[in-house]
Nanobody
Framework: DVQLQASGGGLVQTGGSLRLSCATSGFAFDDYAIGWFRQAPGKEREEVACIASSDAKTYYPASAEGRFTISRDDAKNTAWLQMNNLKPEDTAVYYC???????????????WGQGTLVTVSS
């Protein structure tokens, strides 16, 4: 079975940091791009970072650029999202996903984890 287990969420104050982990199994991790997405109540799911499979090229939207860093270790089948200088608007459920190409489009990702809640207090 394909599994993506996101963890590391929690409550943090404005300006704080969190590191999310995405532990995976059941598929060829090193063949897939990994994306981190978030969804706040009443809002659409949006990507905050993604990393390619082959050359580890990364992409960040403007909302995450300079604050978030995505990384991966193919030997551990795991990806991470380091989030710094967190803001209340970063509050959301964060999901990791695996897909064949580096893209910010959620529908392009084949496999999804269950999500981890990040709450940033003001």
């Amino acid at each position: 079975d394909v599994q993506l287990q996101a963890s590391g969420g929690g409550l943090v104050q404005t300006g704080g940091s969190l590191r999310l982990s995405c532990a995976t199994s059941g598929f060829a991790f090193d063949d897939y791009a990994i994306g981190w997405f978030r969804q706040a109540p009443g809002k659409e799911r949006e990507e905050v970072a993604c990393i390619a499979s082959s050359d580890a090229k990364t992409y960040y939207p403007a909302s995450a650029e300079g604050r978030f860093t995505i990384s991966r270790d193919d030997a551990k089948n795991t990806a991470w999202l380091q989030m710094n200088n967190l803001k209340p608007e970063d509050t959301a459920v964060y999901y990791c996903a695996a897909g064949p190409i580096l893209t910010p489009i959620p529908s392009s990702y084949n496999y999804w984890g269950q999500g981890t809640l990040v709450t940033v207090s003001s």
